[in-house]
């Protein structure tokens, strides 16, 4: 596969609003190192975090190129490179997605299974491994446990009732609107409170009558600013609260009369799920997130190389 000197990439060279994107069209292609495989793109993920390196509210040096998995094809390997040929097809968790070849470490890449398309699993692949290790190893939800998930219509939220119902645990939905509460309701959620409607302010107050004032078993909160003190009032005592974003802004620390109420604290990083798993089961997870049992938000989760979405 022939490889060319320069690409189409999305590079931000300080931090701020969409307007510090800049479309670039002749960025070097990186050569890929050690242990490297350089991919050539057809799609690229854009997800929330991406916003937070923009922005700067996390750190990573600049000029950057954002984005942080894709799928595509295996263009050309590094030197010591093992278990990949030039052509297989791959998805990557990893760093500078928004460019037509991205160089990440094998360890960050998997082999797309058969009869799966790249669209699907880009829809599927950071956000599909990231709720599943939430329900599986953060908090290990069971049968029957109530579960309280903010902004369940979004990218995240959206499979994640799809796999909390199918574990068969009680959910209680929060989403923005009547649209997206309709949406959470059709993916069998129990209870869905639009948080942002007058009823729906007091949305702690609702979760503690729904649970019959015990609280939750567990919350996933990944609006962070605007819904951590209510999730630490909604959680039960000994209860599990996964963090694992800031949509709305980062939360504030966490006030110590909390400590004396036992609450767990819990969160992952999509990245560290590779490393932390062997292969054959991320494969497995992979297809079982693309095999037609869930449904999938294609085109609000991903762009082609057009970049027209970023
Ligand atoms: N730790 C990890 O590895 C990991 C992996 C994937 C995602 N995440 C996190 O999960 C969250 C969702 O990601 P996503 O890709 O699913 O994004 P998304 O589809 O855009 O969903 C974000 C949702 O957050 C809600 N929200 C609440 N306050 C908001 C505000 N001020 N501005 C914008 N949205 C706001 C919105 O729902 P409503 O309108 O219903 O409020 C929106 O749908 C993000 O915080 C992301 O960082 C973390």
Not at 1 to 25: C, D, R
Not at 28 to 48: D, E, K
Not at 186 to 201: F, N, P, Q, T, W
Not at 212 to 217: I, L, Q, T
Request: with cysteine; aromatic share 8%.
């Amino acid at each position: 596969m022939s490889v060319p000197t320069t690409m189409k990439a999305v590079v931000v060279e300080q931090t701020g609003g969409p307007e510090v994107l800049q479309f670039k069209t002749s960025h070097p292609v990186p050569v890929p190192q050690a242990g490297q495989l350089l991919v050539r793109n057809n799609i690229s993920g854009v997800n929330y975090i991406d916003t937070y390196f923009r922005t700067g509210l996390y750190a990573s040096p600049k000029p950057e190129i954002l984005g942080r998995e894709g799928a595509g094809t295996v263009a050309a390997l590094g030197p010591e490179t093992t278990g990949f040929q030039v052509g297989d097809r791959v998805a990557w968790l990893a760093i500078n997605g928004y460019a037509e070849f991205t160089a990440v470490s094998a360890a960050k890449a998997v082999k797309i299974p058969e009869g799966i398309s790249d669209e699907d699993v880009m829809a599927s692949f950071l956000s599909g491994l990231t709720v599943l290790a939430f329900a599986k190893e953060t908090y290990h939800v069971q049968k029957g446990d109530w579960v309280l998930l903010h902004a369940a219509a979004g990218g995240a939220g959206f499979l994640m009732t799809q796999i909390l119902k199918s574990i068969g645990a009680k959910v209680i939905g929060t989403a923005g609107g009547a649209e997206k509460c309709a949406l959470v309701k059709s993916l069998g959620a129990d209870v869905v409170i639009d948080y942002r409607s007058e009823e729906g302010k007091d949305w702690v107050k609702l979760v503690k009558e729904a649970t019959g004032g015990r609280g939750v078993d567990v919350v996933y909160d990944s609006v962070g600013k605007d819904t951590w003190e209510g999730s630490l009032e909604a959680v039960k005592r000994k209860g599990t609260i996964v963090w694992f974003g800031n949509a709305s802004g980062p939360v504030p620390p966490l006030p110590l009369p909390y400590v004396f109420v036992s609450i767990m604290l819990s969160g992952l990083y999509a990245d560290n799920i590779l490393l932390a798993n062997s292969r054959p089961s991320v494969s497995r997870s992979l297809a079982r997130l693309s095999s037609g049992t869930l449904r999938l938000v294609r085109s609000l989760s991903t762009t082609r190389m057009s970049y027209s979405a970023c």
